[in-house]
């Protein structure tokens, strides 16, 4: 057991700060994932184009130049709205909601793809079925598309989750004091680098594993009632 040096309790909270980035990331990626799959399965050319759009710029930009442009950007263009209105004073942009934007459009960008590819194996026959039955778009949605989706979704957003996990170090360019950044405090504090970001490893390393466990458990959650029945 490496010698933190006291430094234990304040990695405890960075890594607590990096479930909670995670996590707030996860959730927000996901409704945007849904929102912009439905634009580019939609009808209208726009939506498909804004949607086209939408994940070709952001999974072709580094999520690092993603956080560093929404944090910095965020800033300048807060600042410039509040001179506007004859506010001189400098506001800064708080570094854990500038975190979760960038992650948030990072997860959704990559997530659309997945529940687009969702969507389109629920067959057609389900859907005329639920609207001659009379059930409206909304609840045709919330009682056949999304629980299918959910469970066909669910492997690939498990392995998104678990890359936008490991990136949440990458916040700490901006000032989160997340798992990342209390370590090299701890590294300029006491001069042993190999000792702490060795147990920031392990302690990812663990993050990851816990993670892949509950996703296991929601996968095998979300496949009940959908087994083959053995032959008599």
Same mark, same amino acid.
């Given at each position: 057991?490496?010698?933190?040096?006291?430094?234990?309790?304040?990695?405890?909270?960075?890594?607590?700060?990096?479930?909670?980035?995670?996590?707030?990331?996860?959730?927000?990626?996901?409704?945007?994932?849904?929102?912009?799959?439905?634009?580019?399965?939609?009808?209208?050319?726009?939506?498909?184009?804004?949607?086209?759009?939408? +994940?070709?710029?952001?999974?072709?930009? =580094?999520?690092?130049?993603? $956080?560093? @442009?929404?944090?910095? &950007?965020? %800033?300048? #263009? /807060?600042?410039?709205?509040?001179?506007?209105?004859?506010?001189?004073?400098?506001?800064?942009?708080?570094?854990?909601?500038?975190?979760?934007?960038?992650?948030?459009?990072?997860?959704?960008?990559?997530?659309?793809?997945?529940?687009?590819?969702?969507?389109?194996?629920?067959?057609?026959?389900?859907?005329?079925?639920?609207?001659?039955?009379?059930?409206?778009?909304?609840? +045709?949605?919330?009682?056949?598309?999304? =629980?299918?989706?959910?469970? $066909?979704? @669910?492997?690939?957003? &498990?392995? %998104?989750? #678990? /890359?936008?996990?490991?990136?949440?170090?990458?916040?700490?360019?901006?000032?989160?004091?997340?798992?990342?950044?209390?370590?090299?405090?701890?590294?300029?504090?006491?001069?042993?680098?190999?000792?702490?970001?060795?147990?920031?490893?392990?302690?990812?390393?663990?993050?990851?594993?816990?993670?892949?466990?509950?996703?296991?458990?929601?996968?095998?959650?979300?496949?009940?009632?959908?087994?083959?029945?053995?032959?008599?």
């Amino acid at each position: 057991m490496p010698d933190l040096q006291g430094f234990g309790p304040m990695l405890a909270q960075g890594a607590l700060m990096t479930i909670q980035v995670a996590l707030f990331s996860a959730f927000f990626g996901v409704l945007i994932g849904i929102v912009v799959a439905m634009m580019k399965l939609s009808s209208s050319r726009t939506a498909q184009i804004v949607g086209d759009a939408y +994940t070709t710029i952001v999974r072709g930009v =580094p999520a690092l130049v993603l $956080i560093l @442009l929404i944090y910095f &950007g965020g %800033i300048r #263009l /807060v600042n410039e709205i509040a001179r506007s209105f004859g506010h001189e004073q400098h506001i800064e942009l708080n570094a854990f909601v500038a975190g979760v934007f960038a992650l948030s459009l990072a997860f959704g960008a990559y997530a659309t793809e997945v529940f687009r590819g969702a969507f389109q194996s629920i067959p057609k026959g389900q859907i005329d079925a639920a609207r001659a039955l009379g059930m409206g778009r909304w609840l +045709t949605f919330r009682r056949i598309s999304l =629980p299918q989706v959910w469970r $066909i979704a @669910l492997p690939g957003l &498990g392995n %998104i989750f #678990l /890359v936008i996990l490991k990136e949440t170090a990458l916040v700490s360019v901006i000032g989160l004091e997340e798992l990342m950044r209390k370590t090299e405090y701890a590294v300029g504090f006491t001069r042993q680098p190999f000792t702490f970001f060795l147990a920031a490893a392990f302690i990812y390393l663990a993050m990851t594993i816990v993670s892949m466990l509950v996703l296991q458990a929601l996968e095998q959650r979300a496949a009940r009632g959908n087994q083959p029945m053995d032959a008599a």
